[in-house]
């Protein structure tokens, strides 16, 4: 057997059809991600070319519609113009004819009017007249009653005062008389009172006397018993006085113990904070290393108000209160600061988990949006569309065209390229 020109081909391990294989599926899987990216890009072409078919589409069509809302305004203006202008002239005849016929009116009122004025003056001539005659006789009356009253004035003032003379002469001699009368029962009370007086005086001497003998009887007796009381008492509590001696000397002794061990816990309780404190110190920033205590929270308003407060306000035990507790002032400036800061990063969470919510509702709307399910298509969307129509309820029609009216735009039906997409891959 002959030796031909190319020599035969040897056969591939199983290595090398293992590798010769996975060239070609890394091909394969090349050429399908470039056929999956030119898909795309052709769908992203042609989503954008269908955006702005859609946005030019409508403004044609807004174009179109607010020129025939024009047309259709302006025919019905004209027709309300025609109808107000009739209206107008109507109205204006009718205003005009009024007019005239309450021209006359008042041509007649005032001749009327003059022939009262005229007949009202001469009434009111003729009652001036009648009122003068009036006064005059009304006058004379008067004249006639004040001359006669006058007189009766006069009479009986007269009588009046002579009464008055006679009374106060009556008066005078009934004074006199009691004033007499008074001096002699004066006199005869005086001696009344003196000789009841001395009857008094003798009476109170004598009781003084005998009583002053009984309770000095009485004292004695009293200052006895007091004294046989004392020497009882003192006999029955001098085992209870030297018990409570000696329960004093031991309560001082307690005492001092009591003190001891309450120093020696203050001590214990000052080495704990400082324990924590150098834990704390551990998480402090370097502002906090540098400036521990802030100077004052308070606003110049609020600083000016507390010095303003009068210092007699405070009495000697709040006094003393405020100064046990002074030296806790620098603690309660740190402790303040920190749970201010606690509440203020409190506050920021709150509203970041707020910001979160809204985020995670925009991405399940936008997710929502460009995808496929049957919660969304249970829903009204308007990137859903199935056989050329959308779930979405349709608007009414448009009114049949009529032989004078354009010709309305062509309208176009937009495919959602997620569900193109979602069909083809």
Known sequence: MSKKGKKAKMPLSDEEQLLLFQQKLLAEEEMAKKKERLLN?????????????????????NTQWRTVLREV?????????????????RVVDCKDSVIKSLARDLSEAEEQYAHALRSHLHNIDRLLALQRCRLSLLEESYNVELEALTKEFETERKTIIDQHEKEIHYLQDVFMAMEQNCIDSEYESKLEFQSTWDDLKNKNLEEKHFLRLQLEHTVEDLWRRFQDALKNYTDATEDRKIAFETLM???????????????????????????????????????????????SVLTPEEQEEIEKIDPEEFNEELGKVIMDYIGMENFWKRYNKVKLEQLSLQHRRAQLLEINEKLREMLKQYLDGISVSDEVLSQLSPSFIVSHRSNLPQPPSMPTAQPGDKKPPATYNIIEAAHVISHIL
């Open 41 to 61: 890009q052709f769908l992203k072409d042609k989503l954008a070319k269908e955006e702005h078919n859609s946005a030019l589409n409508l403004n044609k069509i």
């Open 73 to 89: 305004k302006t025919r019905e203006l004209h027709k309300d113009i025609e109808i107000l202008s009739q209206t107008f002239e």
């Open 249 to 295: 000397v031991k309560d001082e002794k307690s005492s001092k113990e009591i003190e001891a061990q309450m120093k020696k816990i203050q001590r214990l309780q000052g080495e704990k904070v400082l324990k924590l404190a150098e834990i704390c110190r551990k998480f402090e920033t370097e502002e906090e290393k540098v400036l521990p205590f802030y100077s």
